[in-house]
């Protein structure tokens, strides 16, 4: 087509002479400027119609096309204004392919339009790919099974890869050398390359070792104390994971550190069958003693107590008998403490309750004494795992142990206050 134009336009300068066609050279040449310009002007209207059909098709038609149908994932391709910037190829590659027809006359300005027109159809073209691959993640992202996939960082990748092989292909445009000559060329900037793209290829290896061992998932609660994150997962790529910690704050994560620094994934509890409460009571050791008949006599009305007390106190008699052992001897024979009777109360009332998963551990234990008294460490499961009702439930059972203790004759530690001093600078 381009040589039926110049042909057309050289039919201006031919002249016959004798029954024989005789080219003007000269007034052809004389008006090559002219021609050149009219040229120009011309491929630039026609590429602006051109751009305007292909916009009008793309964009209004293709969307109102999308708009009707009953499928979904088209619906990115709009979002991520995929048809609007591949409006611009049609009008591009026809120019880059004409462009020399406009500059037949001016060689040496051909080349360097050419090479410009190449580069604008690289750009526009890599955008339009990095567009796509955009829409494509968020289609996946969609999908049940992939929703806690670190599919960002997998796109992440594909895009720089993408991104690389379009910036070979502008350098040699631009620089006029063949892409195997920068292909060759990236072998001897290897070193370079690792330093600036260090976290990068970091982050992408982490990432694959993340998706592979399932170690982190969108949505999962982590805690990692070195950068200060305690909350979800909302997004995994290449170079970050970002968490939003429950006090509605941002922490940004190296990918890589979650491979090589430490951190605890509660998906684990999520996915089991309760959460567990894990907390001692400090008792003050000179509170415990033999629990005195009184006392006994007292926790008997205690609905939860009453049968174990009377099986432990046939027990402790059986016992006393066979060694021949008076009730009044203290030292000889086997008697309840208020701390035992303490402990056994406490995990009947666990047991009991109805948030408490009674399938898993429910202990309540003495841990070894410390200079804040006994440590009385209520350990058990609550069906719920839900952050505020955990709590709650994990409140109303401590609350009740504080109430109670002084039923059974003991004594909760704490520290002496202004108030204690007070009171013994009064006295």
């Given at each position: ?8 336009i ?13 080219f ?53 391709l ?9 409006a ?10 004409f ?9 040496e ?17 890599m955008?339009?790919?990095r ?41 040699s ?16 900037m ?5 330093v ?36 979800n ?53 000179d509170?415990?003693?033999?629990a ?8 008997k ?32 024979g086997?008697?309840?403490?208020n ?47 839900e ?41």
């Amino acid at each position: 087509m381009k040589e039926s134009i110049i042909n057309w336009i050289r039919g201006f300068y031919m002249t016959t002479s004798h029954g024989e066609a005789i080219f003007n050279q000269k007034a052809y040449d004389h008006q090559a400027l002219l021609w050149t310009v009219g040229m120009f002007l011309a491929m630039v209207i026609v590429t602006f119609i051109l751009w305007f059909i292909s916009r009008i098709l793309m964009v209004k038609l293709l969307s109102a096309i999308i708009d009707r149908s009953s499928v979904t994932w088209d619906d990115h391709l709009i979002e991520n204004k995929v048809f609007p910037t591949a409006a611009y190829l049609v009008p591009l590659f026809f120019l880059q392919d004409f462009l020399s027809l406009a500059f037949y006359h001016y060689p040496e300005m051909d080349v360097h339009w050419i090479k410009l027109a190449h580069t604008v159809f690289s750009i526009v073209a890599m955008i339009t790919i990095r567009r796509v691959l955009n829409s494509l993640r968020d289609f996946v992202n969609e999908q049940d099974r992939y929703k806690d996939k670190p599919i960002q960082s997998y796109f992440q990748a594909i895009k720089i890869t993408v991104s690389g092989v379009f910036v070979i292909l502008i350098l040699s445009f631009l620089l006029d050398r063949s892409p195997l000559f920068f292909l060759t060329s990236l072998g001897a900037m290897a070193a370079v390359l690792i330093v600036v793209f260090r976290d990068s290829i970091l982050g992408f290896v982490a990432s694959v070792q993340i998706a592979v061992n399932d170690i982190i998932r969108i949505g999962d609660w982590i805690t990692m104390e070195k950068f200060g994150a305690d909350g979800n997962v909302i997004e995994i790529n290449v170079s970050t994971v970002k968490v939003q910690n429950f006090d509605k704050t941002i922490t940004t994560i190296p990918t890589y550190s979650m491979i090589s620094d430490s951190f605890k994934n509660w998906r684990g509890m999520k996915e089991s069958k309760g959460r567990r409460i894990k907390r001692p009571v400090y008792i003050q050791i000179d509170s415990v003693e033999f629990a005195s008949e009184e006392l006994i006599k007292k926790l008997k009305e205690i609905k939860l107590m009453k049968e174990y007390i009377d099986e432990r106190e046939d027990e402790i008699r059986k016992h006393n008998e066979e060694f021949g052992v008076h009730d009044e001897d203290y030292l000889n024979g086997r008697r309840q403490t208020n701390i035992g009777l303490f402990r056994k109360y406490v995990e009947l009332y666990i047991r009991n309750k109805p948030e408490i998963n009674s399938e898993l551990e429910v202990v309540v234990r003495q841990l070894a004494p410390t200079e804040l008294g006994v440590p009385m460490e209520i350990y058990c499961f609550t069906y719920t795992k839900e952050w505020e009702e955990f709590e709650e439930i994990q409140a109303d059972i401590f609350d009740h142990v504080f109430a109670i203790t002084h039923v059974f004759e003991l004594h909760i530690f704490e520290n002496p206050t202004g108030r204690d001093f007070n009171k013994m600078l009064n006295v």
